[in-house]
């Protein structure tokens, strides 16, 4: 008997359970109505639950979410993180306000289950995950390094989730390098005139109406300066990252803080 190359192609319900199954949280926000796009339009993924503030939580188990994808909010992203690992339903995080201690509970809550992943980022945007390495790679050679993040007037939180870990990144390589702190004169200020202190890096957050999401990093030294800036005009910006993450996550079990180690960074 002769067989066709037809012959060979999966059944038609094989290669749907080949799809990896996603649901989103925070279905009608900003970025998640920019993710349910992205994943729609993604041919490896299949959208099967979109959950919003106020929907029934248990219908992404329901709907046999393999891999949930988060942007809701700081106050409510804990308990989605905690159903999910329950469930034992991967976690892509993008929500923001992830400090030492939310994810030292993260990681013990994932103990008693080793084969789920959860990634927890403050940016997808590649662009800005460069920025970061860029940032780190230069922070030793300039005395003087400050932040300013810019965004849209709607978001709630600042300084950004980005700018908080750009600055720890840059903080921890001048410590790294024996840098004293930056040279500040300043004994005479009106409150927050000087920005937020992030381990000892003044962070500054602009909001604007018009932009989206935009970050520098200033560095100083005797007669120069580096400026380090990036600029997401557009949330699509994000989904290449999320899409990744959404991909890697099946197969990285245990907490993964940015996906540097996603791009091979
Ligand atoms: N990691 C990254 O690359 C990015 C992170 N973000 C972060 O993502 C988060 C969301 O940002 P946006 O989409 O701009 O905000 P948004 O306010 O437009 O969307 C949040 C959505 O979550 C919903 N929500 C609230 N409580 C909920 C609950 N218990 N269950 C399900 N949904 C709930 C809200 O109704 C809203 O639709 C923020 O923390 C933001 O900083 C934003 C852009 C990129
Ligand atoms: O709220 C936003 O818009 C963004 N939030 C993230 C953050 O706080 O860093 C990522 C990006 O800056 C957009």
Known sequence: MTTSATDHQPAPAARE?????????????RMGTEVVKAVNDAEDLELVAM???GDWLFNVADAGAQVVVDFTRPDVVMDNIRFCIDNNIHCVVGTTGFD???????????????EVGVVIAPNFGIGAILLMRFAQEAARFFPSVEIVELHHPDKVDAPSGTAVRTARLVASARRAAGLPASPDATT??????????????????VRLTGLVAHQEVLL??????????HDSYDRASFMPGVLLAVREITRRPGLTVGIESFLGL
Request: hydrophobic share 45%; aromatic share 2%.
């Open 51 to 53: 959950v919003d503030d």
């Open 17 to 29: 359970s080949a799809l990896i199954p996603v649901g989103v949280l925070g279905a009608r926000g």
């Open 220 to 229: 100083g030294a005797a007669g120069e300066s580096l400026t380090l800036r």
């Open 100 to 114: 030492e201690a939310r994810l030292a509970t993260v990681a013990e809550w994932l103990e008693p289950k080793p």
């Open 188 to 205: 005479d200020s009106l409150p927050g005139a000087r920005g937020a202190d992030v381990e000892g890096v003044p962070v500054h957050a």
